[in-house]
C-alpha cells in the first residue's frame, strides 16, 4: 500500500471516530433534553405568560446547550449523509471504469467472467443455453502498421459498433484483447443454429470496408464458437466462463489456420492439434538453438547436355523427437512464430560452408520466405552474411515465390535489383500457382522462372504435350527468361521437356535431396570438388567404388 493510500485511511477513519463521538454526543444531548426539557420548559412558559418564577439559571443554561449540541449533531448528520452519496457515486464511477474498456466501452476480460456468470444463470433458469464467440480480426497489425494508432483506434470502436448492431439486446459484449472480442449469446438449447447464423452475418457485415476519416479499411475476421449446451461430455464436469473462452479461443486458432474469415465450433480434437502445435513451436525454437536444422541439396541439370549446374539447398528438421521433418511443416511455423529470418541464416551459413568444397562452377539456390523479403534490409543483411562466410555472389541464387509480390511491389523490386547489383541471381520460384502478371513478370527483373512441380506431372504419360507447360515455356521464352521445370520424376517427363527446348530442371529422377555429406560423395566421384578439397581427399581418404546414386546420375563428366 502506498503511504497516500495509508494517509488517506488514517483521515478516513479519524473521520468516522468523530463521526462516532458527534453521535454520541447529539444522542446524549437529546436524552438530556428530554430529561431536563420536561422540568425547564413548563417553567419558563409559566415566567412567559408571569404565572411565577422563571428556570434556575444552571437548568436553563443546560437547556440552550442541549438544544446548541442538537443543532450541531443534526448538520453533522446531513454533512455526512451527502459526504456518504458523493462516496457511492466515486466508487461507482471507480467500478464502471475497472469493468470496462475505456476506448470502445465494451466490459473488458476481467468484468467480463462475473457478467457471464449473471447471465448464464438467468439463461440457463429460462433454460436456454450460452454461446461464447470470439471474435479476431484477421490484420488489425497492419492496420495499425500502415495507417497509425489513432486509425487503429477509430477501426476498433467502429467495429464495436457493427457487433453490437448485431447482436440480441440479451447478449454481453467485451473486448478481451488488442483486437479481440467476447460476445456471450443466449440461445434455445436447441437452435444453436442462431449461433451459426450470427457468426455468418458478422463476417459478411465485415466485409464492407470501414470508413475512418478519408480512408476505407478492409477488415475481415476469424471467429472461435464453444458453448454450455452440453456442459462438459468430456470431463462430466461444468464448463466455467473461463472454460468456455478457452475452448473458444481453441476454434478461433482453428479458423485462422483454416484460411481466415471463418467460424468454427470448439470441437475436443483441436485441443490435441493445438497441443501438437505448441510442442512443434517449442521443438523448433529449441532446435535452433541446438543446430538440428540442416541443408539438403538437390541437383539442378541443364535437360539438354545433361550436367550438373548447381544445388536447391532444401532444409530438413533432424529432430530427436519425429526424425526427419520436412519443410512444409516446420516452415509456416517458423513464419509464423517470428524465427524464419534466424533459421534460414542459420541454414545458408551452414550451405555456404558445404558450397565452399565444391567445384566454384556449381551455383547454390536457396528458398527466401516472403516474410524476409519484408525486412528494407534484407539485401545489405545478405550480403553481409556472404562476405563474413567468403562466399561469392555470382554463386548464389535466391529463389522468391509470386506471394512475396501481393505485398509490397516497389519493395520487392528495389531489393531484386540491389541484389542482382552485387551479382545474386534471383529467379520467381511456383511460377503460375500465384499471383504475378504478365506485367509484373515484364518490370521485375527476375534471372529466372521456375516452374511449379504440379504443371510438370501434367507431362506424365497420359498427357505429354500439356497446354499449360507449353505456354509457360514459351512466356518464359517471350520474356527472354531462361526456366527451369521442378519435379522430374520420370523419362517420360524429362523426354517430354527435352522436346521443348533448352530448359534446366531438377526431379527425383536425379536422386532425392541429399545430405552435405552424401553431396560431396558425389561431387568427390564426379571429380567436381574444388581443387584444393580434391587433393586433401585423396590424401587423407581411398578414392571409393562410385556409389550407386551417383552411377544414376545422368550428368556427364566432370568439366575442365
Ligand atoms: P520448392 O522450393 O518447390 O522445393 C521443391 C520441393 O519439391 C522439395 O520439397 C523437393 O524435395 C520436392 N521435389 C523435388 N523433386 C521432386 C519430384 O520429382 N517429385 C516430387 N513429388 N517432389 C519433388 P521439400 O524439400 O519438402 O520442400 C518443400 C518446400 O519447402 C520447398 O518447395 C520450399 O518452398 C520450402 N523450403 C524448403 N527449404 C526452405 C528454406 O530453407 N527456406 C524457405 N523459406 N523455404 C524452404
Ligand atoms: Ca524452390
Ligand atoms: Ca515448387
Known amino acids: 500500500m502506498t503511504t497516500l493510500d495509508s494517509k ?38 409559566r415566567s412567559l405568560l408571569g404565572e411565577g418564577n422563571g428556570p434556575d439559571q444552571a437548568l436553563a443554561n443546560a437547556l440552550l446547550l442541549n438544544v446548541a449540541l442538537i443543532i450541531f449533531g443534526w448538520r453533522r448528520h446531513r454533512q455526512l449523509t451527502e459526504e456518504i452519496a458523493e462516496r457511492r457515486q466515486a466508487e461507482e464511477l471507480a467500478r464502471q471504469l475497472a469493468e470496462t474498456d475505456p476506448l470502445t466501452g465494451c466490459l473488458n476480460r476481467r468484468s467480463l467472467t462475473r457478467a457471464t456468470d449473471e447471465l448464464r444463470g438467468k439463461a440457463h433458469a429460462s433454460g436456454k443455453a450460452v454461446a461464447c464467440v470470439l471474435v479476431d480480426i484477421d490484420n488489425f497489425k497492419q492496420i495499425n502498421d500502415l495507417n497509425g494508432h489513432t486509425t487503429g483506434d477509430a ?25 479481440e ?8 438449447r436447441n437452435q444453436s443454429e442462431r449461433i451459426d447464423d450470427l457468426a455468418i452475418r458478422l463476417i459478411e457485415g465485415n466485409f464492407t470496408p470501414l470508413a475512418v476519416g478519408d480512408i476505407s479499411v478492409e477488415t475481415t475476421m476469424s471467429i472461435g464458437i464453444s458453448s454450455d449446451l452440453e456442459d462438459d461430455p468430456y470431463s462430466g464436469g461444468k ?33 490435441n492439434e493445438l497441443r501438437f502445435r505448441n510442442d512443434l513451436e517449442k521443438g523448433i525454437r529449441r532446435g535452433i538453438e541446438e543446430g538440428e536444422f540442416v541443408p539438403y541439396y538437390e541437383q539442378q541439370i541443364d535437360l539438354e547436355t545433361g550436367e550438373l549446374i548447381g544445388f536447391e539447398m532444401l532444409a530438413r528438421w533432424n529432430s530427436p523427437n519425429m526424425g526427419v521433418v520436412c519443410p512444409e511443416i516446420f516452415i509456416p511455423i517458423a513464419e509464423e512464430i517470428g524465427v524464419i529470418t534466424q533459421l534460414s541464416e542459420q541454414l545458408m551459413v551452414q550451405a555456404f560452408a558445404d558450397a565452399r568444397h565444391w567445384d566454384p562452377a556449381l551455383t547454390l539456390a536457396v528458398n527466401i520466405s516472403p516474410l524476409q523479403l519484408r525486412d528494407p534490409w534484407f539485401a545489405q543483411k545478405l550480403l553481409r552474411l556472404m562476405v563474413a562466410h567468403s562466399f561469392p ?13 501481393r505485398e509490397n511491389v516497389s519493395l520487392v523490386s528495389s531489393m531484386i535489383s540491389s541484389l542482382r547489383n552485387q551479382g545474386v541471381k534471383v529467379s520467381l520460384d511456383d511460377f503460375g500457382t500465384g499471383y504475378s502478371s504478365l506485367e509484373q513478370l515484364r518490370t521485375l527483373p527476375f534471372d529466372r522462372i521456375k516452374i511449379d512441380r504440379s504443371f510438370i506431372a501434367e507431362l506424365n504419360t497420359g498427357n505429354p504435350d500439356s497446354r499449360i507447360v507449353k505456354a509457360i515455356v514459351s512466356l518464359g521464352r ?83
Not at 473521520?15 to 426539557?37: C, H, K, M, P, Q
Not at 464448463?239 to 479461443?249: E, G, P, T, Y
Not at 521443348?500 to 535431396?513: A, D, F, H, S, V
Open 8 to 45: 488517506q485511511d488514517r483521515k478516513r477513519s479519524n473521520g468516522s471516530e468523530r463521526d462516532v463521538v458527534a453521535l454520541g454526543i447529539a444522542t446524549a444531548a437529546i436524552l438530556l433534553f428530554v430529561g431536563t426539557g420536561g422540568t425547564v420548559m413548563p417553567l419558563v412558559v
Open 155 to 179: 477501426v476498433l470502436c467502429e467495429i464495436t459498433m457493427r457487433l453490437r448492431s448485431l447482436l440480441p439486446p440479451d447478449a454481453l459484449l467485451a473486448r478481451i484483447g488488442g483486437d
Open 181 to 188: 472480442f467476447a460476445l456471450m449469446v443466449p440461445f434455445p
Open 239 to 271: 464448463v466455467d466462463a473461463q472454460a468456455l473462452m478457452h475452448r473458444a479461443d481453441i476454434a478461433m486458432y482453428h479458423a485462422k489456420k483454416q484460411g481466415k474469415s471463418r467460424h468454427f465450433w470448439f470441437e475436443p480434437t483441436m485441443e
Open 393 to 405: 555472389p555470382s554463386r548464389l541464387e535466391i529463389e522468391i515465390t509470386e506471394s512475396c509480390l
Open 478 to 560: 517471350g520474356l527472354e527468361l531462361p526456366i527451369t521445370a521442378e519435379g522430374i520424376e520420370n523419362k517420360d517427363i524429362l523426354g517430354a521437356l527435352k522436346h521443348m527446348g533448352k530448359l534446366m530442371g531438377q526431379g527425383y529422377i536425379y536422386g532425392k535431396p541429399e545430405t552435405a555429406d552424401q553431396v560431396h560423395e558425389r561431387l568427390r566421384n564426379a571429380k567436381r570438388l574444388a581443387a584444393n578439397q580434391s587433393v586433401e581427399d585423396s590424401e587423407t581418404t581411398a578414392i571409393p567404388e562410385s556409389s550407386p546414386e551417383a552411377s544414376q546420375t545422368p550428368f556427364r563428366a566432370a568439366k575442365g
